[in-house]
């Protein structure tokens, strides 16, 4: 009989679980989350022994990866993202999606690996510039988003008509925007100049300082996100990164 040869081999087995799961992945797993390359992709690179595990090649995708292994792709070395947090000050005319066919998008300025793994927190308007967050963990970019949270975002805009104490008083009181059932959560706007204005708004509802300036009878002609919670842009210039402070990912 070899049941208590199979019954000893499973009891070895979920002794050793947890160092299973946590540190051991396939390599052709491993090649496309680290690349972006197809499996398919992945087992070919493999085939033609393009890729070596801490010095030898290695051509079978099952073959598994040790934590902290060094996995070397045609001389390049790869390595797993973990949680990622990103700043970007995102320029007019770049789109916030991960693909477009006619612009450019949020992702066509970041040499990431694996774009299809990150998500922009929130949106900007192909026409709006600003501070705009990039990250892989969907939990905090949620706490950014909800609008339980009420992180609020600051909005700088350049208006057609002047703005007025009147309109202060609206945005405080709460707006009805064309076609939504409930009135804006109250928002702060600040006079900055005959025609310029800064806009405090705790939610994120589509086009919404837009739709809230034309509620009040103004259109805005330029629109800039400077600030999301305790974090702005400071000297980063338009189309740049760079990766967010532990201190700064622990704001939200
Ligand atoms: N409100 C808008 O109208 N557009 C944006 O991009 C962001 C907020």
């Not at 208590?4 to 799961?21: G, M, N, T």
């Not at 934590?67 to 070395?77: H, K, L, P, Q, T």
């Not at 970041?110 to 990250?135: M, Y």
């Not at 409930?182 to 509802?205: D, F, H, Q, S, Y």
């Amino acid at each position: 009989m070899r049941t208590d040869h199979i019954y000893s081999r499973v009891v070895v087995e979920y002794a050793e679980i947890p160092q299973l799961v946590l540190y051991i992945m396939r390599l052709d797993r491993f090649l496309s989350e680290t690349t972006g390359m197809s499996r398919k992709e992945a087992t070919r690179t493999l085939h033609r022994s393009e890729v070596s595990v801490n010095g030898d090649v290695v051509k079978k995708g099952a073959a598994h990866v040790p934590d902290g292994a060094e996995v070397v792709w045609n001389g390049v070395r790869l390595q797993l993202l973990g949680p990622t947090y990103l700043m970007f000050h995102k320029p007019v005319g770049c789109i916030c999606a991960n693909d477009d066919p006619n612009h450019m998008t949020v992702f066509s300025y970041l040499d990431l690996p694996n774009p299809d793994k990150f998500h922009t927190v929130g949106r900007l308007d192909l026409e709006t510039s600003g501070l705009l967050l990039v990250t892989n963990d969907g939990q905090w970019s949620h706490r950014i988003t909800s609008p339980k949270h009420g992180c609020t975002k600051v909005y700088r805009a350049q208006l057609a008509d002047p703005v007025s104490e009147a309109d202060v008083a609206a945005f405080a009181k709460g707006l009805q925007l064309r076609g939504d059932p409930k009135l804006t959560e109250p928002a702060e706007l600040v006079i900055v100049g005959e025609k310029e204005a800064l806009v405090k708004v705790n939610e994120g509802r589509y086009h919404q300082v837009r739709r809230m300036f034309a509620a009040v009878g103004n259109k805005v002609l330029e629109l800039h996100r400077e600030q999301v919670g305790e974090l702005s842009l400071g000297e980063l210039e338009p189309g740049e990164f760079r990766a967010l402070t532990d201190a700064e990912i622990a704001l939200f």
